[in-house]
């Protein structure tokens, strides 16, 4: 079903809280199919949910205490930037794109300035 308006912001501090719970099913299920991530923090980029579990299930499993806190979250253009601690509670800044299903269709993140 297209998603006509959806809540963006909603939807990526959805995405921290699942990160936060380190539940990659539900961490998965905010992707489309043939999701995307840039990740200028790793030098890497991949696609699709398989390549997506494989990049996140390492960084929710061994997670640093107060990784994922959300630091500020704003309008992006279409899209949400995300800035946030990443998993080893280094600041990271994630630009989201969402497809017409309210799904993350691309993410592209990089250290953030202030780190």
Do not use: Q
């Amino acid at each position: 079903m297209v998603v006509d308006d959806f809540d963006k912001m909603a939807a990526v501090v959805d995405w921290l809280d699942a990160c936060r719970s380190k539940n990659l099913d539900t961490l998965l299920d905010f992707y489309a199919e043939n999701a995307s991530l840039d990740c200028a923090c790793e030098r890497t980029g991949i696609s699709g949910r398989s390549a997506l579990a494989a990049y996140w299930r390492p960084k929710l499993s061994g997670a640093a205490a107060d990784a994922f806190t959300l630091e500020e979250i704003t309008p992006h253009g279409d899209g949400v930037a995300l800035d946030y601690l990443n998993f080893e509670s280094k600041p990271v800044r994630i630009v989201f794109g969402f497809d017409a299903y309210g799904k993350i269709s691309h993410m592209r993140c990089e250290p953030s300035r202030d780190g």
